[in-house]
């Protein structure tokens, strides 16, 4: 991993206007958030730069108002919310250029926060415009980033303006670098990948990135349905992608090449009916599954022989769930391998990483969020990272 200027790096910054691009895109209901969790993982960074004396100028957008002004998605709706998480009261600042922004900030004082409307609401912003760049620049003295969640967008907040002045990864960005170096910039090995989710079509790049990485890639969820099809059995009405068989096939030719051993479930879950408890629900060999049965997780042999390979493991990346986590008893997989990860990494034979949306509610269901190493709350930019794609706002931090 390149190496990149974090908040320890910072001389003495009193007075100073810090351009701090975070993600406050929070899930709302009835003018509140429902989430707090990404303004939780920016607060330190907030605290520290207000604690050092920098007048701190928050930047972030929210929703997809497709580069024009929406009073429905003004970031003044999330700083209550805000406020709140820090403790602090934070003056609302309508543009992010000009002659408006720059008197607001002369009237913050040192360790002050301001909080700028929606970046997205210009269209200089995701048309990283470099004339929009250089008129938020020239408000501040250097810049932080702390979003790794739109570290994937090369737009003008997330990758411009780190041309543009003296640039540093925030707390959570270093946090969530450090974490996902550990997993697959450099490993201790063996390295274990668990792959879930209903469609292989949505995590082709994964895969073909991963079975270079990996020494054991454990495919579940609706993806392992297709790698079963792919291999002769047949899975009754299950979901699955018949048309990507062939592109299965391939993969598990170029992990055998790389030395990857691709782990499918042998034992399943099945039910006639998706419904919690259904009263056609039972467990059978991947071979025995009927014509009108569905395959909806991974059976109890197969979880204990994956619960097996971990232990012979030293690193676990981990994006999506075995099976229909979210109907009981089609959990029980996802919680068994997820407890069994958290143990691991607990009595400190694992490092565990994991991210994705569904990976972070499905962990959350376990119970082991507080067990494994990290979590990324980034979904797109934690994907593309996974493809092993160059995520544009890392690679604007390097040194």
Excluded at 199 to 223: D, P
């Amino acid at each position: 991993m390149a190496s990149f200027n974090t908040l320890d790096d910072l001389g003495d910054v009193t007075g100073k206007v810090a351009l701090v691009r975070v993600d406050l895109n929070l899930p709302m209901k009835d003018g509140s958030a429902t989430d707090v969790t990404r303004v939780e993982a920016v607060k330190p960074t907030i605290l520290e730069l207000a604690e050092k004396g920098a007048k701190v100028i928050l930047l972030a957008h929210f929703g997809r108002p497709g580069g024009k002004r929406s009073s429905a998605l003004s970031t003044s709706f999330v700083q209550g919310d805000v406020e709140k998480v820090l403790g602090k009261e934070i003056m609302f600042i309508p543009e992010v250029s000009g002659p408006v922004a720059e008197q607001a900030i002369g009237i913050l004082g040192p360790g002050d926060i301001g909080l700028m409307d929606n970046v997205r609401f210009w269209p200089g912003e995701e048309a990283n415009d470099p004339v929009f760049a250089k008129g938020i620049a020239a408000l501040g003295d250097f810049y932080v980033n702390d979003a790794f969640s739109a570290a994937h967008r090369a737009h003008a907040s997330t990758e411009g303006l780190a041309h543009l002045l003296p640039a540093y990864a925030g707390r959570a960005m270093e946090k969530e670098l450090t974490a996902l170096d550990a997993a697959l910039g450099n490993p201790e090995t063996p390295v274990a990948a668990v792959v879930g989710g209903a469609k292989v079509s949505t995590k082709l790049a994964v895969l073909e990135n991963l079975v270079g990485k990996v020494q054991h890639l454990i495919i579940g969820g609706g993806m392992a349905n297709t790698f079963l099809a792919a291999k002769g059995v047949d899975v009754g009405k299950s979901l699955c992608e018949h048309d990507l068989t062939e592109t299965a096939n391939k993969i598990m030719d170029e992990a055998d090449h790389a030395g990857c051993t691709v782990h499918l479930p042998y034992d399943v879950v099945v039910a006639k009916e998706f419904a919690a408890n259904p009263p056609s629900l039972r467990t059978c060999n991947v071979h025995e599954v009927a014509a009108d049965e569905m395959i909806l997780d991974v059976g109890p042999l197969a979880v204990e022989a994956l619960g097996d390979v971990l232990k012979t493991c030293r690193t676990l990346v981990w994006n999506g769930p075995m099976g229909a986590f979210e109907i009981v008893p089609f959990d029980a997989a996802t919680v068994a391998l997820a407890r069994t990860a958290a143990a691991l990494t607990q009595e400190g034979s694992l490092v565990s990483v994991a991210g994705g949306g569904d990976t972070v509610a499905a962990l959350a269901h376990a119970g082991v969020t507080e067990d494994v190493t990290y979590i990324s709350t980034a979904g797109g930019a934690f994907l593309e990272w996974m493809e092993g794609k160059e995520l544009p706002g890392v690679s604007a931090l390097s040194k």
